[in-house]
């Protein structure tokens, strides 16, 4: 069976094709950033009216690189939210348009169940159960992941996103949208010692995380300088934000190992491409007592941040196990808030 998925939530178009026999085809992207950098941050309907530019050249470019024909599609995968509006239904109309002209079935997937599963996708995935930590520039949430469509929350951020977090506090060093990669490189040429922030929630016993406070310690110690910080002093903020987030995204990530026991974690969204968080996740897995240890899986690098492939691959797993949700019955029906507890099979 060979699903076409198509992305466009936010600022990017992600078109792909997957086949359940021979696994990923092919896949084409196109990142909005250019365009929205001069804005500090996305602006709707750029992006809306990008997507509608974008669309149709990424799907020949895909089924070019995949080698297939239109008709050789047996379903179309799109992602139905949560995301803005304008951009869902972008990818919604395309769904709608070549199924009706295909004949084929339509199937609506939840872009964190993308993210989620995008793991899966890589040489060497997990098998279930695992636990999940989503880290993107809207969510920050561990899960307990049993089977396709099987998610319990087990934690989530009272404010900010770590992917916001990163994206905020590098704004306020100067750093362009999105600043998350920005930074990081940014700290690794900064010195540990200078700035302590503090590492919110580290010591709460439950699995939430607060970022909006590590953002303001940002802002309170970027003004303390007095005179315009040198390359030097923004790459120390730098790492004393980076050191304090990942402190606490790793520790939240061993308490969920052990409290529910499982032994294998999975990394997904924009920061899970973050090096500082793979280099300590990896150290905290390998850990000296034995009873700690876990394994680690990250989606492929390409795959972390929104792109076509983890909705394909999404649409594919949902097809196999529960074939009763895809229909032909092409209205628009985009969901731009929609919490992932709802997708939960009974
Ligand atoms: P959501 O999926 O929650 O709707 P989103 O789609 O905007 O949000 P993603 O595309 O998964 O999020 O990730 C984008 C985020 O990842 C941005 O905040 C970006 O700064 C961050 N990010 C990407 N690469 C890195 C990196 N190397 N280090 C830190 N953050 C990063
Ligand atoms: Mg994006
Ligand atoms: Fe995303």
């Not at 995949?66 to 992602?79: L, P, V």
């Not at 009873?291 to 492939?309: H, I």
């Not at 529960?322 to 628009?332: G, I, L, M, T, V």
């Amino acid at each position: 069976m060979i699903v076409l998925g198509i992305e466009s939530s936010c600022d990017e178009t992600g078109i792909a094709l997957f086949d359940t026999e021979r696994g990923l085809l092919s896949h084409a992207l196109h990142s909005q950033i250019a365009m929205h950098q001069e804005y500090g941050g996305v602006v709707p309907e750029l992006a809306s009216r990008d997507h509608v530019r974008r669309a149709i050249p990424l799907l020949t470019e895909a089924l070019e690189k995949a080698q297939i024909a239109k008709h050789q599609i047996d379903a179309i995968a799109y992602t139905q939210g949560p995301g803005l509006a304008g951009a869902l239904l972008v990818g919604a109309s395309v769904a709608c348009g070549l199924g009706m002209a295909l004949d084929k079935p339509l199937i609506g997937i939840h872009h964190l169940e993308g993210h989620l599963l995008s793991p899966l996708l890589a040489s060497e995935p997990p098998s279930f159960p695992f636990i999940a930590l989503l880290v993107s520039g809207g969510h920050t949430q561990l899960m307990r992941v049993d089977a396709v469509g099987q998610y319990e929350l087990l934690g989530e951020t009272l404010d900010d996103a770590a992917g916001e977090a990163f994206d905020k506090s590098a704004k306020l060093l100067g750093l362009a949208y999105p600043g998350g990669p920005a930074i990081s490189q940014l700290a690794s040429l900064g010195d540990p010692d200078v700035h302590q922030f503090p590492r919110p929630m580290l010591h709460s016993k439950d699995l939430n995380f607060s970022f909006s406070g590590l953002k303001t310690a940002v802002l309170t110690a970027v003004r303390k300088y007095p005179n315009a910080l040198s390359e030097q002093d923004k790459a120390n903020v730098a790492r004393g934000f980076v050191d304090a987030i990942i402190d606490v995204l790793v520790a939240k990530c061993q308490t969920a190992m052990k409290q529910t026991g499982l032994k294998r974690l999975v990394i997904a969204g924009g920061v899970g491409a973050n090096r500082q968080l793979r280099a300590s996740l990896n150290a905290a897995a390998n850990a000296a007592n034995p009873k700690k240890r876990f394994e680690v899986f990250y989606p492929e690098l390409e795959f972390c941040t929104d792109n076509g492939a983890m909705i394909a691959f999404a649409g594919a797993m949902r097809l196999l196990a529960y074939p009763e949700q895809a229909d032909k019955n092409y209205s628009f029906n985009v969901r731009p808030r929609w919490p992932l507890h709802e997708l939960v099979q009974a």
